[in-house]
């Protein structure tokens, strides 16, 4: 007779009691009936899973993903986020079988393929990747789950996973930052490749293990997602070398090692990793400028590698609020190219953070004449207007309360809303004069007001006013040219 229940979790359990009946099925000679039975079960089951699962789940009410899928919850970024880590169909054959089973992983192993060349990792294919495997030096970024054989319970259970985070690893091969056994086998992999590996202990934690997650000779099981790889090894080979023989190599080796270390504060860059960023590019830097060039095509090649470090170093200043540097950076750029958009625009932002709002206007305004049509020019001039007329506004009404309450105004104050409304007739009067836009598109984050005033101004010229759609339900301003 079976009855059911349900655990702690809300998971549902089949439970069967004893009614002192025998089974044709199960039969023993055993002494010790209490061990040699569920054994036999056990076996019976795995050998006839897809039988047992049908009839199991013909008769009751359970979900299939409940007996084969196993689910962890982990707090991330103060959300409850549910993973689940599903085995693979083989592996649960492995792993559910023999209690008596020494090693389950090991035994796992024998039926995947040695890694060529390495002695003590094991790996079977999942999904192909493509592309080239990524080299000593190279910057890496994986998914996984880690898992070992419990030494009391002898279950496999997970020690670590990178899903459960929310957040991926990146580490640097070679550099012995991960295991020796995680960095060769990530070695063997390619761009979007996800396979499982089987860990030997001599490459893994060792004799010792890493107490209490990590058993001492303990086999480790990956399962691994190759998300990206950036190539700076060129960078870490020329970094290398003593200064003198790096200013007698030729300057197209000196060139793909900048690139090479660009490549790699870019990456930095993405995860937000600012302050490594920021000491890549400038050693990408040094090593141009310190660098003669051969020929104009050697200076022209310099020239624009060093306009887009600069660049780069204007943005990640402005990142970790060092506005002063970034107008460093931002007029190196603009001494390459005068008219260098970004520059003016990285400009004129860090002025607007160190109070010179003049500069800032002027700087975005050049700006925006050279990509009229860019919202993030369109709204920091909104943005920089906006605090203009604040602080003007502030520091008139102290003078005023300083000088007296009854002191008379003699002109009116400005309202921040009316220089956006300013704003927004100077972008339309612009827009009408280029006869090469037809359509006008304005920043998010406009006030009802603004967006009011916008919709009144357009029709007053004589042009289309429409909401245009976004993403994630949101929308922008847009004026169009009609005919």
Partial sequence: MEKRSTDANGAKIIEFEDNDEVSDDVVSDSENEDDEIPIMFKQSVLKNKSIFEKQLLGSTEIDPSEIFEMKAKQEVDGESKELSMKMDQQILEYFGGDEDEENKLLKLSSQMTPLPGIEGIFKKLGQAGEGEFPPIDSIVTIHYNGYLQDEVSNEIISFDSSFLRGKPKSFMRGQGSVIEGLDLAVSSMKLKEQSEFIICPDLAWGEKGCPPRIPANAYIYFKIDLIEWVDSSAAEAFGKLPIQMRKRLPFQQVLEAAKSEKRKGTAHFEKQNFNMALKCYRRALGWIEDHSYADDEDENLGQKLRLTLHLDLALVNLKINKPKRTCIHAAEALELEPENPKALYRLGLAKEKLGDFASARRNLLLAKSICPKDP?????????????????????????????????????????????????????????KNPSEKQLEFPQG???????????????LHLKFAMKPLMKGESICTVFKCG
Avoid: W
């Avoid at 309360?401 to 008379?408: E, Q, R």
């Fill in 376 to 432: 993030s020019i369109a709204r920091a001039l909104l943005a920089l207007n906006e605090k203009v007329q604040k602080e003007k506004y502030v520091e008139t009404e102290l003078c005023r309360k300083m000088l007296g309450s009854t002191a008379i105004r003699e002109t009116p104050i400005a309202s921040p809303t009316d220089e956006s409304h300013k704003v927004i007739r100077c972008l339309l009067a612009d827009f009408i």
């Fill in 446 to 460: 406009m006030s009802q007001n603004e967006r009011n005033f916008l919709e009144e101004e357009a029709n007053r």
